[in-house]
């Protein structure tokens, strides 16, 4: 075994120009961790956060959070067999060969999921999980906005939708991404550049508004999700792809008619006993039963980990997208 590894690192916040592939020493485990080889890493738009330092991290640092592979080596105090096959998700500087981690982070796979399917959906479908069932729960029947139809988390959050019996609008930046939505099991999906996009959005919900509008594109379009939901209805607010919303005024937030805005987050979710290894497997079933289809529509090598942030970065990627060591 060779006693270095390959890693993205980055020494300053900016742009992809600053993510560099690093020979590191061979990382060793301490008690209680685990060396993971990586067979196939997730791409998650929170790692542009990271790079750009809009979620800062120590640096120099790693990049990437997620990650399927063998275990290789464990530290004392840990009794899985080498060759276990585990993936893991929110492990910062995952665009690695390999990786340390506390053994209580990993995820069992079985082996009907593959690294690749594992890393790609993992953390984008426990997200889409906490969204329905915890955040706002849904129940079935519910007409929903769920903006970002197209990307990673939104067609896994289409197929969701879809199995438990819930309407959902998606809005997608080219008819291309909308078709796939729907062939995903949007309801329907509307442009987001639509001419009188809050009017033609609020013919498709209920009387009244959503109940929840699901906005991971943040700062363009808060104001739409104001008009377009319904009186105590729910603002979930779960990522920034566009930027962060700068502000939100209460007094907006009574004006739209008493809204519920909230800012959730995965970390959140995952510190809460048990929570890990129980979305975890509710994921990895529906991966199992097909009701999730694992869209890897782009696929790139660990040299390439500039270009796959250039790419998110230009809305050019649909689906998931993974990077094989
Ligand atoms: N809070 C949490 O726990 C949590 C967990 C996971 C992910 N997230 C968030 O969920 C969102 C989706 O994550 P993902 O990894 O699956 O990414 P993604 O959806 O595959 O990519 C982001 C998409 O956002 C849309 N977008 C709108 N305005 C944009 C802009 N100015 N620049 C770039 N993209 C823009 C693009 O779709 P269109 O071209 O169709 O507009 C783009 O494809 C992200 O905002 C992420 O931060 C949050």
Redesign the pocket.
């Known amino acids: 075994m060779k006693n270095s590894i390959k890693a993205i690192e980055i020494k300053a916040f900016g742009g992809p120009e600053n993510m560099q592939l690093v020979d590191k020493p061979l990382p060793v485990p301490g008690p209680g961790e685990v060396r993971v080889r990586l067979r196939a890493i997730g ?5 542009t ?1 990271h790079r750009t330092g809009l979620y800062p991290i120590p640096l120099p640092s790693g990049l990437g959070v997620e990650g399927a592979g063998e275990v290789e080596a464990v530290g004392d105090g840990i009794d899985l067999p080498v060759g276990a096959r585990v993936a893991m998700t929110m492990a910062l500087g995952a665009y690695a060969e390999a990786i340390i981690l506390p053994a209580a982070a990993l995820i069992t796979l079985p082996d009907a999921v593959s690294f690749e399917q594992a890393a790609a959906i993992l ?2 479908g426990m ?1 889409v999980d ?1 969204l329905f069932h915890d955040t706002f729960p849904l129940t079935g029947g519910e007409t929903v906005l769920f ?8 067609l896994i959050a289409c197929q969701w939708a879809r199995h438990i019996g819930v309407n959902l609008v998606g ?4 008819d291309e ?1 909308c078709a796939l939505a729907e062939t995903h099991g949007a309801q329907i999906c509307v442009l ?1 550049g639509a001419q009188n996009l809050p009017e033609k959005l609020k013919a498709l919900a209920p009387e009244g508004g959503f109940p929840v509008v699901y906005d ?3 700062k ?2 808060y104001r739409l999700g104001l008009e377009v939901l319904a009186p105590l209805g729910t603002f979930a607010s ?6 962060a919303i700068e502000a939100v005024a209460p007094q907006d937030l009574a004006a739209h008619g008493s809204l519920n805005f909230t ?7 995952m510190a809460k006993p048990g929570w890990l290894q129980q979305s975890s497997a509710k994921v990895l079933q529906l991966v199992e039963d097909g009701v999730l289809s694992v869209e890897i529509n782009q696929r790139y090598r660990l040299a390439e980990a500039q270009r796959v942030h250039e790419d ?10 993974i990077i094989t060591p």
């Open positions: 791409v998650n738009l929170i790692d956060y953390l984008k997200t906490y903006h970002a139809a197209a990307g990673g988390v939104g809005t997608a930046s080219t991404k987001s991971s594109v943040g363009d379009t779960f990522g920034n792809a566009s930027g800012r959730p987050t995965l970390a959140t979710y998110l970065e230009a809305r050019a990627t649909t689906g998931c997208s």
